[in-house]
């Protein structure tokens, strides 16, 4: 039967559509570090944030994103060149990875811990994609959440929707490790086993990156194209024969339909 014994999945992009939160986060976070003159963001920021979303790849990032935007880098620069914009904004702004990076978790903690409920609120999950979960558990496939995002915000949002993964099962920002890392280990873990590991994803450069490690050449990749990825990331991938690009109605059938 084609159906694999691991699915790993990315959270957000692929399980969750967290933007509405991310640009909240981000612009608080924003406040914190950067200390404008006024609390209130401009008017068409946020619409302005939501495409650029896949350029962020760990979530300090959102943050350089809106400096980017305030301080007048074009919107098609940050799309098309945001790893060398990276540095330079860190350079201009005068501040470090590590200072935006406990802004955002520390926005997050405060947010989950004096209003849970308005946090959860900003998150939808795609439909189907937790039935689809359920399903797969049911069929004995073991479900694994791989993500940049911490585990325990991850946690939080799968248990508001009656969803309850064991703690080893959520591997998140706090294992500080890349994803085909992580993916190695769960292929060593389960050597004697022959697993079928298929990893979900909505990055093109995690899939390909993963699509370079030698060890790894039996994993199945999927882009999520309902993710946040763009128009030329879904072209890129139609053309590479390791990916297999998966859509949200494919994702909630059967597996074999997947390939």
Not at 4 to 26: R, S
Not at 77 to 104: C, F, M, N, R, Y
Not at 164 to 189: C, S, V
Request: include cysteine; proline fraction near 6%.
């Amino acid at each position: 039967m084609t159906a694999p014994t691991i699915l790993a999945l990315d959270f957000d992009g692929v399980v969750c559509d967290g933007l509405l939160e991310y640009f909240q986060t981000a612009w608080r976070a924003y406040l914190e570090v950067f200390q404008p003159d006024s609390p209130d963001y401009p008017e068409g920021l946020a619409e302005r944030f939501y495409p650029l979303r896949p350029v962020v790849e760990t979530g300090w990032e959102m943050p350089l994103v809106l400096y980017g935007l305030l301080t007048g880098v074009a919107d098609g620069e940050i799309l098309a060149h945001w790893p060398t914009w990276v540095p330079q904004l860190l350079d201009q702004a005068g501040v470090e990875s590590k200072t935006l990076a406990e802004a955002v978790d520390g926005v997050r903690d405060r947010w989950i811990s004096q209003d849970l409920d308005s946090w959860l609120a900003l998150h939808r999950f795609y439909p189907g994609v937790l039935d689809r979960i359920q399903q797969a558990l049911a069929q004995g496939v073991e479900p694994i959440i791989i993500s940049t995002k911490e585990g325990r915000f991850i946690q939080q949002l799968l248990a508001q929707q009656g969803l309850t993964l064991a703690a080893d099962r959520i591997l998140g920002k706090e294992i500080k490790q890349p994803k085909y890392a992580t993916l190695q280990q769960l292929q060593e873990l389960h050597a004697g086993q022959s697993p079928r590991l298929w990893f979900v994803e909505d990055r093109l450069k995690a899939l390909q990156t993963v699509e370079r490690q030698p060890d790894l050449a039996d994993v199945q990749l999927f882009l999520a194209d309902w993710g946040y990825n763009t128009v030329a990331d879904r072209a890129i991938a139609a053309q590479d024969s390791r990916i297999h690009s998966l859509s949200l109605e494919q994702f909630a059938g059967p597996f074999e339909h997947w390939l």
